[in-house]
């Protein structure tokens, strides 16, 4: 349940996050506010993982000040102190059905339609790429939003055209992909590899196109390790990796139907301690 916070409405909760508007019925700003809950197969867990909003939140305001000249929706930091570090004030955007996803390596689902295929999102690629490819270019791989509880779905650029029209569509094309391109060179020079990302955008009231929610964050990218760094396999990865393996190992014995067990101590801590040293790295502060 969310908590209540003085001067604000509570009007929706996702997987992760939290979204009030002012009680005095202003219709153009919304406070986001990032929780510690984490998902794992499209469920929501029962356990969190201590500090997770905060990392979330100090790590996408880290990177909106990085893609200078983007518009993004965060307009202050001064929020209520019961979410200070984990909340943004941002303004209310009406937000493009569409899951904008920039791939430079191959891999997770993009792997598994390449394997069928020889392509993603039926562009096609040549032979010879595993798990862990370099791609010679990012591809813009977009994928249509989904309810709560259900999978997105990869889509076409046509897909994408017949929902937002062409002009809209190119422009969503080439943000998603700058976006990616400015990201994967920084975090190259800090050891991090960023093999794919996905970022959201809005209209905003003043008709620009705006990106929205949270961006380059261990839950909406993935970061690998550039030192481990090794094509053929799974890559050791900056984000939910102890979960997942966890609840698909046999001691957690669960059938991916039921709601998920709680995580043991060990898991959450790992999970933790990674999303900490994601942070610490891309940014080069200590995370008080």
């Known amino acids: 349940m969310a908590q209540e916070l003085a001067g604000w409405r509570h009007i929706y909760s996702g997987k992760v996050r939290d979204l009030y508007e002012p009680v005095t019925g202003e219709d153009d700003r919304v406070l986001v506010v990032a929780s510690n809950r984490i998902s794992a197969y499209d469920f929501v867990l029962s356990s969190e993982i201590p500090d997770k909003g905060r990392v979330l939140t100090q790590l996408s305001l ?6 200078s000249g983007i518009p993004n929706h965060v307009l202050s930091t001064d929020v209520p102190a019961e979410v200070e570090g984990r909340a943004m004030i941002c303004q209310r955007l009406d937000m493009f059905g569409v899951e904008c996803i920039a791939r430079g390596y191959l891999t997770g689902s993009g792997l598994l339609e390449y394997n069928e295929s020889r392509t993603v999102c039926e562009l096609p690629l040549p032979e010879g790429l595993v798990d862990g490819s370099r791609l010679q270019e990012p ?5 249509a939003k989904a309810e709560v509880g259900e999978h997105d779905e990869n889509i076409t650029y046509d897909a994408v055209v017949m929902m937002v029209g062409d002009d809209l569509a190119a422009k969503l094309r080439s943000l998603t992909l700058d976006i990616y391109s400015r990201a994967e060179s920084i975090a190259l020079d800090r ?7 996905k970022v959201e955008f809005g209209m905003s009231r003043f008709g620009e196109v705006t990106l929205g929610d949270e961006v380059l964050t261990p839950d909406s990218s993935r970061f690998w390790d550039a030192e481990l760094y090794a094509p053929g396999k799974a890559q050791p990865s900056f984000d939910k990796q102890f979960v997942r393996d966890w609840l698909t190992s046999d001691d957690a014995g669960w059938d991916r139907v039921s709601e998920p ?9 790992k999970t933790r301690a990674r999303y900490i040293e994601a942070y610490e790295r891309l940014t080069g502060r200590t995370f008080a």
Request: proline residues 11%.
């Open 62 to 67: 880290w990177w909106f000040e990085q893609l």
């Open 139 to 143: 591809l813009f791989t977009p994928s």
């Open 191 to 197: 050891g991090i590899i960023l093999a794919d990302t």
């Open 261 to 269: 067990p709680a995580l043991p101590a060990e898991v959450i801590e």
